[in-house]
């Protein structure tokens, strides 16, 4: 039996990772945490019936343990600590923000397996996070269809005939769009995403291409990769998730239809396939599947997070920040789309970097420029 404990339960991530928990076999859910949806944390309460449940508030944590009292209940951050300070095999990581960060750190001198949902665990701590992962020998398993897709290529993370990792992209919702047309597009433009259905910040991230930007620098850390060898290729269709080049000049891609339960399910199973979720499968036949380079000039934003992730120390966590920032600027409707990538150019242009960064020194400046920002 595997136990499993899910931080971020009720979010996109979190509710499929249930969904993929109820398919498998021997797998079982020992604790959750979760933010302020207590309707659907009670519901994920009766079917799972966990042993312990951290939530944001006292309050709320109070006012579930009368109605469950078999149940531990925790809060806050320092409840989220506690509650993956437990036995159990996995830690799926669903949660944003920098809560997770330490989460993630506390989890791998913990030595659990960490399948990582979460992307400013790496984005923003990338260098301190893998060296203490090897040094534990802890496994960080990523829940992100491109990573994911490049594990199942790679078959052992430490391949040492893979040349080249292709990360692909739909190209968002902007992809044929001139310019002059993304600068009248509003919120929901940005929101309707082609091929996924996601959170809101991570959609508007597609369409800026933010979002592979930060990916590449994921997989530069999970795979040890040189940024030279981590390629983009825009891929309309969604079907194949990735691919890895190796040196004999084959390729190995994981096609299948845009799913996070298979991420999910591959993560939770690894290194194994198990019989589990599936998903809707499709015939080949006729299937187009195109591939294009990046437009770098037509989505700049795209080519400054790779250069931020190049650059190391606390570039990509100023990045990040100021991205973060300006993308709910653009959801509240106060900025236009390209005002976005105006706010994180001018804030990069005016950052400076500190090489080999503490964990706390990447915290304080996450603090400060999204305290900054917000007062714009
Ligand atoms: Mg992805």
Redesign the pocket.
Known sequence: MKNVIILGSTGSIGTQTLEVIEKLENYKVLGLSCGKNIELIKKQIEKFSPKFICLQNLQDAKNLSVIYPNIKFLWGEEGLLELIDNKYDVLVVATSGIVSVKAVIKAIENKKTIALANKETLVMAGDIVMKKAKKYKTPILPI????SAILQCLNKVDNPYAKRLWITASGGPFLNNTREEMKKFSAKDALNHPR?SMGKK?TVDCATLV?KGL?VIEAHHLYNFNYDNIKIAIHPESLVHSFVEFEDGSFLAQIGTPSMHIPIQYALTYPTRKKGIKTNSFCPWNKQMNFFEPDFKKFPLLKLTIDCGIQGGLMPAILNAANEIAVYKFLEGKINFLDIEKIVFKEIENAKNSINPTIEEIFEKDKEIRLKLSKL
């Not at 992100?144 to 990573?147: F, I, K, L, P």
């Open positions: 992100d269809s491109e990573h996924w991570i979002n990916e």
